[in-house]
């Protein structure tokens, strides 16, 4: 069946973009609308998300760490999805709709340099032309995704303007679409970004929450009572929540609340959009945003460069303000200590924006927060992170 696609979220959403975008929107509206419930084009997508990704992925018992953590905890590990993240699982959508639509150019954005790797894994496989921008900062600090990247035919552009991060690589990459509309497909990498992105890049990464569907029917005969993700654009969140959003399962959105200094008129020194951010228009859609009073976008900060976003999908603005889903955040410290955690209990090395949703559970544990069984989406590994990590040790 086809439904239409939905283009805001309450208040939310939008296409907030220069007139010379809005062919490039309504195409692609129209090619998802049309490929989203074919059979050949599913047929296709399922079989580069087994072979080729390695899905489904497993739902583990951690059995130590909910010993230690005392509540039954899952970890879904999309760190074992080929490339070592979730990412994979929108680029190969995205990639394939882009060839089913002549495209002969994919560009994309990147932070952590898990997407970038993802669209330079999705550009291989379907061999298409990839360029992607990467703030300069982020080049510097995942050098070794910089390097994959390019190990699989893909040129990577340093962005030098503003603070060097997510959000300028991301005005780069809408300035070359808008200049190259009519040969290039922008490939976002999360839920943000104008319609029919938010709703597009939920429905490739539902993926996720689908097998926890199964999976944890097949383990304990129930669904969960409560599922936690670390948020930063909000796409492993949205992936793993969507299925459940009409279950009687409590939704947690970990954001990153930063290093706990003050914050000025500049500077967030967070991540923490759903948790304090206002009612505000960034990279073509209306949604929750740190900014200061004149409007201005403030720089975000965080341990963990994939959560490092001053904004947040427009659909999780929207569930955390009728209430259908919890914001909540972890320090960087509070992260650092979960990231050992998984590490020592699990033999699980995490990334560093997964040890976000951990350390909450942590807390949230101890306050008798969660219920019973917990799911915990294991975004990444954190092979990336263990510069960071190492740098972190006194
Ligand atoms: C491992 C990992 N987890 C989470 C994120 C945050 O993205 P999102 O909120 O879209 O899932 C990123 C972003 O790069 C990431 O690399």
Not at 18 to 45: C, G, H, I, Q, S
Not at 271 to 289: F, N, P, Q, Y
Request: net charge negative; hydrophobic share 40%; proline share 3%.
């Amino acid at each position: 069946m086809t439904h239409k696609l939905e283009s805001k979220f309450g208040k939310y959403g939008g296409q907030f973009v220069p007139e010379v975008l809005m062919p490039a929107l309504v195409e692609l509206t129209e090619y998802y609308n049309k490929y989203r419930d074919d059979a050949v084009f599913n047929d296709e997508l399922d079989y580069y998300l087994r072979d080729f990704a390695g899905r489904p992925s497993p739902l583990y018992f951690a059995r130590r760490l909910s010993k230690e953590y005392g509540v039954k905890i899952y970890l879904k590990r999309e760190d074992l999805v080929h490339g070592g993240a979730h990412k994979l699982n929108n680029t190969l959508g995205q990639g394939l709709l882009a060839k089913y639509m002549g495209k002969k150019r994919i560009i994309a954005e990147t932070g952590a340099g898990q997407h970038g790797t993802a669209c330079a894994m999705a550009g291989a496989a379907f061999d298409i032309k990839t360029e992607v921008y990467m703030g300069e900062r982020d080049t510097v600090r995942q050098r070794m995704n910089v390097y994959r990247m390019e190990l699989m035919g893909t040129k990577v552009i340093p962005v030098k303007s503003g603070s060097q991060t997510l959000k300028d690589a991301i005005n780069e990459a809408m300035r070359d679409w808008v200049a190259n509309v009519e040969t290039t497909h922008y490939m976002i990498g999360s839920v943000v970004g104008p319609h029919p992105f938010p709703t597009m890049v939920r429905d490739f990464q539902s993926v996720i929450g689908k097998e926890v569907r199964t999976q944890i029917l097949e383990k304990e005969g129930r669904f969960p009572d409560s599922i936690v993700a670390c948020t930063g654009g909000g796409s492993n969140a949205m992936g793993i929540f969507h299925p459940f959003i009409e279950e009687d399962v409590d939704l947690f959105a970990v954001e990153a609340g930063g290093s706990g200094m003050k914050t000025t008129e500049k500077e967030a020194l967070h991540s923490a959009t759903l948790c304090t951010g206002e009612d505000g228009i960034l990279h073509g859609m209306r949604t929750k945003v740190l900014q200061n009073k004149h409007g201005q976008i403030l720089e975000s900060s965080s341990i963990a460069a994939g959560l490092d976003y001053a904004g947040v999908g427009p659909e999780l603005a929207y569930l955390a303000d009728i209430g259908r889903l919890k914001p909540c955040n972890s320090m960087d410290s509070e992260a650092l200590l979960a990231f050992h955690d998984l590490c020592r209990f699990e033999g699980i090395i995490p990334a560093l924006e997964s040890s976000h949703a951990v350390a909450y559970v942590k807390k949230a544990a101890a306050q008798g927060e969660l219920g019973d069984i917990v799911v915990i989406n294991i975004s990444g590994r954190g092979d990336k992170d263990l510069d960071t990590v190492m740098g972190m040790r006194k």
